[in-house]
Nanobody
Framework: QVQLVESGGGLVQPGGSLRLSCAAS????????MAWYRQAPGKQRELVAVISSGGTPNYAVSVKGRFTISRDNAKNTVNLQMNSLKPEDTAIYYC????????WGQGTQVTVSS
């Protein structure tokens, strides 16, 4: 049974930091590209960051320089370190695994507000 379980979301003030984690199980983690998407109220889901099976990261322009994606193939986890958070980063953040098929987590809420 495939599972992607996100954690680490919450309420943070502008300029603050959060670290999201996604624990994966039920598939061969090291063969999959892993990504974080987000969806703000009334908006489409958008790609935030992706890391290839080989460990190469790529970022949306809006988060480049502020967010860092990483993976630990020994622990089957993917993380998203988010720094210098802005109110426009407020969204539900979803973990995603992609190879031939795509898996999604349930999401974790991130709210950036003073």
């Amino acid at each position: 049974q495939v599972q992607l379980v996100e954690s680490g979301g919450g309420l943070v003030q502008p300029g603050g930091s959060l670290r999201l984690s996604c624990a994966a199980s039920g598939f061969t983690f090291n063969l999959y590209a892993m990504a974080w998407y987000r969806q703000a109220p009334g908006k489409q889901r958008e790609l935030v960051a992706v890391i290839s099976s080989g460990g190469t990261p790529n970022y949306a322009v809006s988060v480049k320089g502020r967010f860092t994606i990483s993976r630990d193939n020994a622990k089957n986890t993917v993380n998203l370190q988010m720094n210098s958070l802005k109110p426009e980063d407020t969204a539900i953040y979803y973990c995603n695994a992609k190879r031939i098929v795509i898996y999604w987590g349930q999401g974790t809420q991130v709210t950036v507000s003073s």
